[in-house]
C-alpha cells in the first residue's frame, strides 16, 4: 500500500530542515551525504531528498505558468507576474488610490502598485493576497535561509547537528513560525495560476483579455 501524499506544510517543514543543514553546515557536503543516504534507503534521507525535489518542482511550475501565458499571448498578465517575483520584497508593494486595474481593464478606487522599473503595475486591491502568495512561493528558500542565519542558536550548540536540532526544536515551539504561511502561499499561488491558464486556454476565451 501506498505512503499518503505527504502534505504541502509537511514538505515545507521538511525543506526547512534541509535549508538549516545547508545554511549551518557545508551545503556541497551535506547533499553529498543527503543523496548517498537516500541511495542506501534511509528513510528520513529518503524523504528529506524528495521534499526537497518537491520545492525545485514548485519553482519549475511556477516559471512555466509564467512561459504559458506568453504563449497564450497574455503579456502583460506575464509581465505583472514576473514583476511580483522579482521584486527584493514584498515590502516594495504600496497602497494606491484611484487607478485603472492593469488586470481587469476596469477602474478602481482601491489599488496597490507594484513597482516595475518605472513603469508600475496597478491592480486592484483584491489581488493583495496573490501578490504575496506568489512572491513567498518563489522566494521562500531565500526567506528561510535568512531566517536559519538570523537564529541565534544556544550556547550549548556547538556542532553543526546540535545548532540545526536548537533551529529545529525552536521552529516547533514558536507559535510564529512561518512554516504555516509558506504551505498556504505555495497551495495559493499555484492554484491561482493552473486556475487562470486553464480559463485562458478554453476556447470561449481565447479571443478574451482578463
Known amino acids: 500500500m501506498n505512503a499518503p501524499k505527504p502534505s504541502t506544510y509537511e514538505q515545507i517543514s521538511l525543506c526547512s530542515e534541509v535549508i538549516a543543514c545547508h545554511a549551518l553546515g557545508d551545503e556541497l557536503s551535506y547533499m553529498k551525504h543527503l543523496k548517498k543516504a537516500a541511495a542506501a534507503k534511509n528513510s528520513d534521507a529518503q524523504r528529506l531528498l524528495a521534499a526537497f525535489e518537491w520545492l525545485t518542482d514548485v519553482q519549475v511550475r511556477l516559471a512555466e505558468s509564467l512561459k504559458n501565458m506568453r504563449v497564450l499571448g497574455r503579456e502583460h498578465l506575464a509581465n505583472f507576474l514576473s514583476a511580483v517575483v522579482a521584486l527584493p520584497s514584498i515590502e516594495a508593494v504600496r497602497d494606491?488610490?484611484?487607478?485603472?486595474?492593469?488586470i481587469t481593464g476596469v477602474v478602481s478606487t482601491n489599488t496597490i502598485v507594484v513597482p516595475n522599473s518605472?513603469?508600475?503595475f496597478h491592480v486592484d486591491a483584491r489581488f493583495r493576497f496573490l501578490v504575496?502568495?506568489?512572491?513567498?512561493?518563489?522566494n521562500f528558500q531565500a526567506l528561510e535561509n535568512a531566517r536559519v542565519v538570523a537564529f541565534t542558536p544556544p550556547a550549548h550548540a556547538v556542532s553543526i547537528q546540535e545548532r540545526v536540532q536548537a533551529f529545529l526544536d525552536a521552529s516547533q515551539q514558536d507559535p510564529g513560525t512561518p512554516l504555516e504561511v509558506y504551505a498556504r502561499c505555495v497551495d495559493f499561488a499555484l492554484e491561482s495560476l493552473r486556475t487562470t491558464l486553464d480559463t485562458l486556454s478554453?476556447?470561449?476565451t481565447s479571443s478574451q483579455h482578463p
Open 96 to 102: 494606491g488610490n484611484w487607478h485603472m486595474c492593469n
Open 132 to 138: 504575496s502568495a506568489l512572491w513567498v512561493a518563489w
Open 118 to 120: 518605472g513603469d508600475d
Open 202 to 204: 478554453a476556447p470561449h
